[in-house]
């Protein structure tokens, strides 16, 4: 093990805020050394319980990170709050706004706020993400808040490392409960209804108990709903409540290590499937854009170009209905 | 090749509705049938013109894709409407109850409308939609109309097949530019400001021109904004009109046939992936299990436990910075 990369994890166990700065920007820009620095840290970590926040533009989710952050402070908490922007970066100096608000709000050193841009592809970002919460609860923050934007499958990736989910909605145009989406429907734990005084809050918690009713049950625990107004901090002790709750309810049912063993198998096949994408970029582009030619001037057909490229890569595929295990 | 396949693949060439439907039904259930009438149309495919329609919830989209229907109707063109859904399954009445409305909008037979739902992973669905476009485009449909709800990158996916992608946009509450994300604003080639008589469309339209003048430049293309207002069938013609400029500007720059071929780069990508992750989850649930699990309680880091994954697949991963194209 490489001596400065040990003397650094060292930095980041004891909760150095330069050396977990330095080593967030070193997980954003994909460099050699995280990979090394996370494997190091890597034991340290599963103590943190993690917080996802997701939810459609606007719908106040800052404020929320915000003003949750500010309550578990109240119980001496030590904060890490991570909020991933997927939005184009030529329009989103809003949202970094945001977040220098946010952190003003803070005097001191245990909230620690990160925000992180789309660079490079989406499921790069959601790995970054889930990289830096690993390296926020090896230096020592109790509660770590992943916080993103929109409500598609990349954010959806985003709050898979989550240990409790929660879908911000706000009742009015473009936002109805028809047009939630079935993935978010699945993650949420606890739908937080925010800006509730609003004039037709009531009828919107009507609909989405309507439409959680329909949903299929889950093992040990039903979605909650909880009414906020983060801008007027109401309902905040509330959904701390919930939250701690679900934390119980989770832990004795030992759902949480059952979540992590799937978040890993889902992350190990991801990995998987990256490697192989790169290889088949990196290693044979002439294979790929010869076929991908061929395919497109209808020379071949596309099922048979996939064979052809699996072949290429030296990958020996088994034949789907072959029995299982034999060769592993 | 089997010589039902071979009969059911003529009738499609020949434009019949019910093997048509039969083969969307295939597909959608995922049949090995599937596959291999897909595998036999393949050479009739490439012919049509595919237009792709996205935007947020209650855009409008559907009313759109209705009225371009009609228009191109008027012209004698076949259409083909392929809507896809990933909304929830248990609230997804309303927009089937749409299509049976958008059905009944033409009496004859030459506009073949087939809606899909969430089934199984987002993924699939792309892939369903994918084949979809390209059974129609056997079956002798001059125009196809990809539509989809949302804006997420599993919408991004399934509007990647079109040759020309309209992205609808509405000015109001939660579907501000600011919100627009960094893969919409890629993948727009004509921004429809549809329900343009509200009374804040024009600032809508001039945020929307200056985010775009923001945006790298794209070559041969600069991304127009039409306004329409769809339920008043107005600036259809215009709409279609940009669709015409945008085809001319795009087959003469032999765009198209560029744009396949990055099309096939992706999908055949797209499929080596699926291979292995059916690989790991199918043949070595075990080893899977094992490895997740000693993730999970730290007694493994999760980069030892993917190179471990990799070596189980009989995959030889070589070494990131090796010299390309010497094994393939």
Same sequence: chains 1, 2.
């Avoid at 106040?60 to 997927?86: E, F, M, W």
């Avoid at 409960?177 to 009828?203: C, H, P, T, W």
């Avoid at 978040?263 to 998987?272: D, E, F, G, N, T």
Wanted: proline content about 3%; some cysteine; aromatic content about 6%.
């Amino acid at each position: 093990m490489n001596a400065s990369i040990e003397s650094w994890a060292e930095q980041i166990r004891a909760g150095d805020i330069r050396a977990v700065s330095r080593a967030l920007s070193a997980i954003e820009n994909g460099d050699e050394d995280a990979q090394l620095l996370l494997r190091t840290v890597f034991p340290s970590t599963g103590r943190a319980w993690r917080i996802g926040i997701t939810g459609a533009a606007g719908s106040g989710k800052s404020t929320l990170a915000s003003c949750l952050a500010a309550y578990y402070r109240t119980q001496g908490k030590a904060i890490g709050i991570i909020a991933v922007d997927p939005t184009s970066p030529f329009t989103g100096g809003a949202i970094l706004g945001d977040r220098i608000r946010m952190q003003s709000h803070f005097m001191d050193e245990d909230v620690f706020i990160r925000s992180m841009a789309l660079r490079g592809s989406t499921g790069g970002l959601a790995q970054a993400a889930a990289d830096a919460a690993l390296l926020l609860d090896a230096a020592g923050k109790d509660i770590i808040i992943l916080e993103t934007v929109g409500v598609g499958q990349d954010e959806i990736e985003i709050v898979r490392i989550a240990d409790c989910t929660l879908v911000v909605v706000v009742s009015g145009a473009g936002d109805e409960v028809q047009g939630l989406k079935a993935g978010l429907m699945e993650i949420a734990d606890i739908f937080v209804l925010n800006k509730s005084d609003y004039e037709d809050a009531g009828r919107f918690e009507q609909q989405l108990l309507f439409v959680l009713q329909l949903a299929p049950p889950r093992e040990g625990w039903n979605p909650k709903i909880v009414r906020t107004v983060a801008t007027e901090e109401k309902g905040i002790a509330e959904l701390a409540g919930e939250i701690d709750d679900f934390r119980e309810a989770h832990v004795e049912a030992h759902h949480r290590h059952t979540r992590e063993i799937a978040y890993w198998k889902h992350w190990l096949v991801r990995q998987a499937e990256r490697r192989v994408a790169e290889q088949l970029v990196e290693s044979s582009p002439s294979k790929l854009d010869e076929l991908a030619s061929s395919v497109a001037s209808r020379e071949k057909d596309p099922y048979s170009a996939a064979e052809e490229i699996l072949r290429a890569l030296d990958f020996a595929p088994r034949q789907k209905n072959s029995r299982p295990g034999g060769a592993v």
